[in-house]
């Protein structure tokens, strides 16, 4: 089955820009989701479609997907960026959704 | 306002059933794929089925295929899972979540999820 791989955490100092990566089998040829989710609380959308942002997200927010890795930016961290972040993509093989492991984000 | 809201989370001993329900309001629900997503504590999201607008279509995990049953009513608005044989490692908050558009890309509306813990 497919796999994604994530780092369990990333630091950043406030303002900073923090990287996120989410690896996978060419995953370059796959459309990537990217999920922000804070304690107590349900994921909220960050990126859709690799590098699109949602309506209401901030522009500090970007996505990038490439040969075996997907990315997503976070530029000029703030506070507030602090919480897990997830990619997902489609398993069409599988007929099923996979999520990375996740990504705690720390900004300090 | 445009929502998800589930329920039928709580105590159950290893071996036993439990059934979720998931009622979505301010949208038209049939016309929608829907999903259960579980996150065991302090662990990530896990994906665990999925069922068309008609229910001609499901699928599951591996880690529960065989045990759990989804299926909805779209007269009621309602999603549901039935949870059978139910292990420790099943313990979690579950989720459901809306499928985004007709390919059903992505998960564009969650509820806040309901506890399940198997404990004896």
């Known amino acids: 089955s497919y796999v994604l791989t994530q780092p369990p955490s990333v630091s950043v100092a406030p303002g900073e820009t923090a990287r996120i990566t989410c690896g996978g089998d060419n995953i370059g040829i796959k459309r990537v989701f990217w999920y922000q989710q804070k304690p107590g609380q349900a994921p909220v959308l960050v990126v859709y479609d690799s590098s699109d942002r949602p309506s209401g997200v901030p522009e500090r927010f970007s996505g990038s997907n490439s040969g075996n890795t997907a990315t997503l930016t976070i530029s000029r961290a703030e506070p507030g960026d602090e919480a897990d972040y997830y990619c997902?993509?489609?398993?069409?093989?599988?007929?099923?959704?996979?999520f990375g492991g996740g990504t705690k984000l720390n900004v300090l | 306002q445009v929502q998800l809201v589930e329920s039928g989370g709580g105590l159950v001993k290893p071996g036993g059933s439990l059934r979720l329900s998931c009622e979505g309001s301010g949208f038209i629900f049939s016309d929608y794929y829907m999903s259960w997503v579980r996150q065991a504590p302090g662990k990530g999201l896990e994906w665990i089925s999925y069922i068309s607008i008609s229910s001609t279509y499901t699928n599951y995990a591996d880690s529960v295929k065989g045990r759990f049953t989804i299926s909805r009513d779209n007269a009621k608005n309602s999603l549901y899972l039935q949870m059978n044989s139910l292990k420790v490692g099943d313990t979690a908050v579950y989720y459901c979540?809306?499928?985004?558009?007709?390919?059903?890309?992505?998960?564009?509306?969650w509820g806040q999820g309901t506890l399940v813990t198997v404990s004896s």
């Open positions: 979540a809306r499928g985004f558009g007709e390919t059903n890309s992505h998960f564009d509306l």
């Open positions: 997902l993509v489609w398993d069409g093989n599988a007929d099923h959704w996979v």
